[in-house]
């Protein structure tokens, strides 16, 4: 157990170093759209989900709703049932209770680094609470660093920090491309999110783009099986 | 905000891991991080202000060339965020 959780915590360093721009440029937006320390602390510590963080920062300088921000942060996190589901055949000897604690855990950074891993080899649940508490902690620590930095710096775009997020989803995206067909996938759920959300309200294009074309994935290779039996026959 | 992050985090993993999933749906879910990331990334470089924007006016999408390159070269998070902050710092003093 405790080796594993120190595979874990080295597993989890990537994500550390990549947290920390991300946390601090979202801890200084938040302050200039009206947030506290404390409530940068909390929602940290509670909520844990950078994107949605953010989303719901700008949302609260533009004055929207309790409702239209919780059902915002609802679409936006809703990608994450399909993160955890392709987790769920690797943690098939990890109890239940357990099991909806590490759900928790499982963010953009840290199910890449997941899944990356048990693709390799098998892991156990200390791997996982090293990986994602170390994770956790390196999110609430650069959020709350950031809000306190957020009081001393007027326009945050000097520093790029407006491009900390784009930068984190290109990373983790060329860690995730491991074949050709990947590259099919990207071009097809970049267009599907785009078109879609040029045309439809709020963030459907999400899960919608993610959905439509991992099917389009599916069908490609059964289209490749069979064109490749009825060649061999 | 807490809840409807937590939930689909967690009913997933304490559902599936209980079954036996099939071997397609295995396949489909193994598409499913590159479609995400990409369904995300998308129009956070392609679009402003909500309208289509392909050209050269664009810094997150040129800023997304140096930020990609590092990533491909380099397969580390930080280094690559670092390039793509780095990038986008540079072009906003340059145009």
């Known amino acids: 157990m405790t080796h594993s959780f120190k595979e874990g915590f080295k597993a989890a360093l990537p994500v550390v170093f990549g947290y920390f721009p991300i946390g601090m440029a979202f801890g200084v937006l938040a302050v200039q759209s009206g947030m506290t320390t404390l409530e940068v602390f909390m929602m940290s510590l509670l909520v844990y989900a950078g994107s949605a963080q953010f989303i719901a920062a700008s949302l609260l300088a533009t004055q929207a709703s309790i409702g239209t921000i919780i059902f915002t942060t609802f679409l936006v996190n809703s990608r994450h049932l399909l993160m955890t589901a392709s987790l769920a055949p690797y943690m098939k000897k990890i109890s239940s209770k357990l099991l909806s604690l590490l759900g928790f855990w499982v963010t953009d950074e840290t199910f890449a680094v997941s899944i990356a891993a048990v693709a390799k080899e098998p892991k156990d649940k200390g791997f996982f609470l090293g990986l994602y508490i170390t994770s956790h902690v390196a999110w609430i620590s650069s959020t709350v660093l950031g809000s306190m930095m957020g009081n001393f710096i007027p326009n945050p775009e000097k520093f790029g920090l407006d491009f900390a997020l784009p930068a984190m989803f290109i990373a983790l995206l060329i860690l995730q491309v491991r074949h050709k067909k990947a590259l099919a996938i990207i071009i097809i759920s970049a267009a599907l999110s785009i078109g879609i959300k040029l045309n439809m309200a709020g963030s459907w294009n999400i899960i919608l783009a993610t959905v439509i074309s991992a099917t389009i994935g599916v069908l490609m290779d059964k289209w490749m099986e069979k064109s490749s039996q009825s060649l061999s026959a | ?95």
């Open chain 2, 1 to 95: 905000m807490m809840v409807v992050t937590y939930i689909p985090r967690m009913l997933p993993l304490a559902i599936l891991s209980r079954m036996n999933i099939s071997k397609s749906f295995m396949n489909w879910l193994s598409y499913v991080p590159v479609a995400v990331l990409s369904a995300l990334l998308a129009p956070e470089l392609l679009l402003k202000d909500g309208q289509l924007s392909i050209n050269l006016s664009n810094t997150y999408l040129l800023a997304a060339i140096p930020c990609f390159a590092a990533g491909f070269f380099s397969k580390s998070i930080f280094l690559t965020v670092v390039a793509g902050m780095a990038a986008i710092v540079l072009l906003n003093n340059v145009l």
